[in-house]
Nanobody
């Protein structure tokens, strides 16, 4: 499975952005799609995940209530709608795929990583 993220950019604090992740290849083998982010000088961290086949979602506490993960099954595209953005949301955002929902927040369970898209939130 291959993933390609897009939609990043520069936005002011309080603004919104929508990231997209186009999925191709053997999508049925990796039912979980997740978003991770990596800020400068920090480790990559989990943001949100969606179970592709049924639409179940899961969020990191830091984004819960502000961001929404979704997917368009017919278009093989996932989305991360980011609202009420804060400067601490500044990072490179990556989408990735994994097999098991039970380990959806575990970075090491994701085997397919797309090229990231940069999000910068100014104060």
């Amino acid at each position: 499975v291959q993933l390609q993220a897009s939609g990043g950019g520069l936005v002011q604090a309080g603004g919104s952005l929508r990231l997209s992740c186009v999925v191709s290849g053997r999508t049925f083998s990796s039912d979980v799609k997740g978003w991770f982010r990596q800020a400068p000088g920090k480790e990559r961290e989990f943001v949100a995940a969606i179970r592709w086949s049924v639409g179940s979602t899961y969020y990191a506490d830091s984004v819960k209530g502000r961001h929404t993960i979704s997917r368009d099954y017919a278009k093989n595209t996932g989305y991360l709608q980011m609202n009420s953005l804060k400067p601490e949301d500044t990072a490179v955002y990556h989408c990735a795929a994994a097999r098991y929902w039970s380990t959806r927040a575990n970075l090491n369970e994701y085997n397919n990583w797309g090229q990231g898209t940069k999000v910068t939130v100014s104060s």
